[in-house]
C-alpha cells in the first residue's frame, strides 16, 4: 500500500479526497499547514507528497500567498526524494512554472479527475521506486 502525504487546508476536500484514495489502495496522511506536512514528511518515508500551492502557514505572515513553494523548497533542501506534486486550484502557467522552477515533480489541477490523477501519482511513485532500486542495486555493486 503506498503511502500519501496531503498538504492541503482545506479540510472537506482534504477528507473527501484522502477517503477516495484509501478506497484506491493508498494509505493517506493529511496535513493542514505548511508547518505540520514539513513535520509529517520529515518524520514518515511517504511515497508521494501533494501539497496545494495556497496551503495556510501558521506563522500568518503573507496568508495564502503560494505557502506551497515555500514548502517543496524546505523538503527539497531537506533531500526528501519522494515525488513532490502541487495538487492544486490555482490554474495558470505562472503557478505552474514556479511550482516546478521550486522543486515540485508535477503540477496537477483539483479539477483533474480522480483516475487521471491516480494514474499520474502511480506512475511516479513507479519512477520513484525504480530509482531507489537503481541506487540500492549501484550500492551492492561498489561494496
Known sequence: MNSILLVDDETVI???FARTLDGLGFKVEVAPTVESGFSFAR??????ILVEFNIRSERRVH?????GLQLVRQLRALEVSAPVLM??????????????DAGADDFILKTTSIPS???RLRAHIRRHEQGLA????????SM
Not at 518524520?43 to 508521494?48: G, I, Y
Not at 486550484?89 to 511550482?99: I, L, P
Open 117 to 119: 490523477l491516480v494514474s
Open 14 to 16: 482534504g477528507t473527501e
Open 134 to 141: 537503481r541506487r540500492t542495486d549501484r550500492e551492492k555493486v
Open 43 to 48: 518524520a514518515v518515508p511517504f511515497d508521494a
Open 87 to 100: 495538487f492544486t486550484a490555482m490554474e495558470g502557467e505562472r503557478y505552474e512554472t514556479a511550482s516546478l
Open 63 to 67: 496568508p495564502r500567498t503560494g505557502n
